[in-house]
Nanobody, 117 residues
Framework: QVQLVESGGGLVQPGGSLRLSCAAS????????MSWYRQAPGKERDLVAT?????????LYADSVKGRFTISRDNTENTVFLQMSSLKPDDTAVYFC?????????WGQGTQVTVSS
């Protein structure tokens, strides 16, 4: 059974940091492209960051988070991380983990991140 379980969300003040984790099971993690998306109330789900594992990890970031967020993965622990720094109120959203390999496309249930003073 495929599972993606996000954790690490919460309430943080502007300028603060959070580290999200997504624990994967039920599939060969190292073969999958892993991504973080986010969805704010009333808005579409948008890509935040992606990491692939072809010839070494390669990453891609949305312009809005470049220089503030870092995506990484641990293939021995089947986990992908999102280190978020210099958080802004606009970063408030539900953050989702996604795993893709060809036609296989899996999503986690999401974790809430709220940036507010």
């Amino acid at each position: 059974q495929v599972q993606l379980v996000e954790s690490g969300g919460g309430l943080v003040q502007p300028g603060g940091s959070l580290r999200l984790s997504c624990a994967a099971s039920g599939f060969t993690f190292s073969n999958y492209r892993m991504s973080w998306y986010r969805q704010a109330p009333g808005k579409e789900r948008d890509l935040v960051a992606t990491i692939v594992n072809i010839g070494g990890p390669s990453t891609l970031y949305a312009d809005s988070v470049k220089g503030r967020f870092t995506i990484s993965r641990d293939n021995t622990e089947n986990t992908v991380f999102l280190q978020m720094s210099s958080l802004k109120p606009d970063d408030t959203a539900v953050y989702f983990c996604q795993a893709v390999n060809g036609q296989d496309n899996y999503w986690g249930q999401g974790t809430q991140v709220t940036v507010s003073s």
